[in-house]
């Protein structure tokens, strides 16, 4: 199906009562299978791990059935929290052995960091989308207790953020890894990758024993991520010197516009508890005139990526680029603009916006992050649009339960066809799924 036509179908078809009851019974299913007792994994198979931004999308979807669950997805994630306030984007579960994850526990050493918990972690991090987990976790199941436990922990993630990785002092916040865009192997990171040297692997890629390397990053991508990795842990996880001796300082514009949500997020949050608002709403208020001032194109209607080594724009048009819509403080006519971005080079209209603009040059409809479309950011966008243009969001709603009744919940899609791709049972597909569905 082309993708006009599959267009129009998004606008008219829609999910019979009956096998919307099935499809949140299965999404359902799929959350209690990945649920070990304290935490979620990903996926049994490809992601046996807990995932710092993957358990802050699965908190939302089970906080409308199993809200304790929800609460302590959160909670079990921080108890791994650093003592620099940073959340590791991998916290290790003991009981799965070495070998069934690359890199596992013995590769990032985390013990050997002064600032590491317990818990065997990675020491990169993730998009912050965790504040907005849990007060969106509270406003489906209210409970003050919680909000008061977490929130000193998600306050100190965010200083983290704000005291740390904002080496160029232009209030942007920087990420060291691609992993930590969670859009692992975006077509933006190729410009700034190429200048990290590679070396061949020395372990065996476990990824690819689950999912086909047509799927996957290539080799070269891995290496570079190993590498960068590597000089990172080296380094001893800082980041008092990372314009001078890192090879990857990025400020990208999905990690910044959820650092301002979160801000938002912390805001509604203290005011909750008791606490002082402001200081959150001024921080969300200067991220995003910072976000303006850096990163918005005018003449792509986007956000960009900015390669802070070098100072560039990184002019590739992905999806990250319209997750700024999610920053309340956002200025209507560059909302706007967003949103004519979304449907004109995104294909709103047509199904889950592609992680990357189709007829790009490195558009692949079914490689990881360089073209499929994920169940998370069109979360996000609908997120950003239900206060904005409310029909729009409706229709992306609908879109997203229309592709996981056909595909089921998979880790990414076809943009056109909606044929899933990566892992099956995916944790934020079934997650994100329920949580529209219960907005309906």
């Not at 490809?46 to 304790?68: C, R, T, V």
């Not at 994630?77 to 052995?97: C, E, K, M, N, T």
């Not at 907005?132 to 909000?147: E, I, N, S």
């Amino acid at each position: 199906m082309t993708a006009p036509l599959r267009a129009q179908a998004s606008r008219t078809a829609t999910v019979a009562a009956p096998a919307i009851d099935d499809l949140r019974e299965a999404a359902v299913r799929v959350l209690s299978a990945n649920w070990t007792g304290t935490h979620s994994v990903p996926s049994r198979t490809l992601y046996p791990h807990q995932w710092s931004w993957d358990s802050a999308f699965i908190a939302i979807g089970l906080a409308g059935w199993a809200p304790e669950r929800a609460r302590r997805e959160l909670l079990t994630l921080f108890d791994a929290q650093w003592r620099d306030g940073r959340i590791p984007h991998i916290v290790f579960s003991p009981s799965v052995p070495e070998e069934a994850y690359f890199p596992g526990p013995a590769f990032w050493r985390s013990h050997e960091a002064p600032a590491a918990p317990r818990a065997a972690t990675s020491g990169i991090v993730q998009p912050p989308v965790h504040a907005l987990a849990a007060w969106r976790v509270h406003q489906l199941a209210p409970d003050r207790a919680f909000l008061r436990e977490i929130y000193p922990r998600l306050v100190a993630q965010q200083e983290y953020l704000r005291t740390h990785r904002r080496p160029a002092g232009d209030g942007l916040v920087a990420i060291v890894h691609p992993w930590e865009s969670g859009m692992d192997n975006s077509p933006a990171w190729d410009e700034p990758l190429a200048a990290v040297p590679a070396e061949p692997l020395r372990e065996r890629r476990r990824d690819l024993t689950h999912v086909a390397a047509d799927e996957r990053p290539t080799d070269l991508d891995y290496q570079r991520y190993v590498a960068l990795a590597t000089a990172y842990r080296d380094g001893g996880y800082r980041d008092d010197r990372l314009l001078d001796e890192h090879a990857f300082v990025v400020a990208d514009p999905l990690f910044n516009a959820a650092y301002g949500a979160a801000e938002a997020a912390l805001a509604d949050i203290a005011a909750e508890i008791g606490g002082d608002p402001y200081p959150h709403l001024e921080e969300a208020e200067a991220v995003t005139r910072a976000m303006i001032d850096r990163l918005f194109d005018p003449t792509r209607n986007l956000f960009l990526a900015r390669d802070l080594l070098t100072g560039k724009a990184l002019p590739v048009d992905s999806v990250a680029g319209l997750i700024p819509l999610i920053l309340p403080d956002l200025p209507g006519d560059i909302a706007d603009r967003l949103i004519d971005t979304a449907v004109t080079r995104f294909g709103l209209y047509a199904g889950l916006p592609p992680s990357y603009a189709p007829g790009g040059p490195a558009f692949e409809r079914a490689r990881y992050w360089r073209g499929p479309a994920w169940v998370n950011t069109a979360w996000l966008l609908w997120h950003g649009l239900r206060q904005r243009r409310a029909e729009l969001a409706t229709l992306l709603a609908e879109s997203i339960i229309q592709v996981t009744a056909t595909s089921g919940f998979r880790e990414y899609f076809d943009p056109f066809t909606w044929e899933g791709h990566g892992c099956h049972d995916f944790g934020w597909s079934a997650a994100l799924t329920l949580d529209v569905l219960d907005a309906r």
